[in-house]
């Protein structure tokens, strides 16, 4: 059965080549490494601290191991896999920048994406009410919610050119209007969720 992926995640795919060995970080119920697996032939783990989501991920015959992603990655060696991915996680993390070091450790390459808090409808929310806005891709309250580090596309690539990280490649994913007819004109101010392939430079 074929599973219906985040528009995100179909990105992705196209980034991955096949057979290629893949490590996904916060893989979740394993749905995105099943895909992999299943069209592209690769070897995939997973990473994973939420026991009913990793009991979910076994029951798809997906590799997933129990880890919590702050701690690093010391248990694996420098490139290990083809690809590290990391989807919709990077703003969770304690410190996220030493996660992106870790991820182009033990990978050749890496993906992220995220949720860019600079587009237009986060502006003119906190503009008129003043308060933190809630989306589909910000979904929490303030109080409760679990991303602690909000960026912007901007945020992010000056980041990468701090660290003299290589974008191999960026799309952003937008579904409101106007926002999905100009991301590619001004993607900080009209993406939504940015997603990222990286490698750091030779």
């Known amino acids: ?21 893949v490590l996904d970080l916060a893989c979740g119920n394993g749905d995105f490494l099943r895909e992999l697996m299943d069209n592209k032939s690769i070897l995939g783990y997973g990473l994973e601290i939420d026991r009913e989501l990793i009991i979910q991920c076994i ?10 992603l702050n701690r690093g990655l010391t248990n694996f060696k420098d490139k290990s896999f083809d ?61 409760e919610t679990p991303n602690i580090h909000f960026c912007t596309i901007r945020d992010f690539e000056i980041l990468c050119q701090e660290k003299g990280i290589e974008i191999l490649h960026r799309q952003v994913v937008a579904e409101r209007f106007p926002n999905r007819l100009l991301k ?16 750091n430079n030779p």
């Not at 219906?4 to 290629?20: C, H, T, V, Y």
């Not at 991820?103 to 994406?113: D, P, Q, Y």
Request: overall charge neutral; glycine content about 4%; proline content about 5%.
């Open 83 to 143: 690809t590290v991915v990391m989807t919709q996680a990077l703003q969770i993390m304690r410190r996220p920048d030493l996660v992106l070091d870790e991820m182009l450790r033990v990978g050749n390459e890496c993906i992220v994406t995220f949720p860019n808090f600079g587009n237009l409808f986060s502006r003119i929310y906190l503009a008129f009410y003043g308060r933190m806005p809630v989306t589909k891709q910000l979904s929490y309250e303030w109080y």
């Open 1 to 21: 059965m074929t599973i219906r992926l985040r528009d995100d995640l179909d990105i992705i795919q196209n980034w991955i080549a096949p057979e290629s060995r």
């Open 184 to 199: 590619d004109f001004r993607p900080n101010i009209f993406g939504e969720t940015a997603i990222y392939h990286l490698r």
């Open 59 to 68: 029951e798809k015959k997906v590799n997933v191991i129990e880890q919590d």
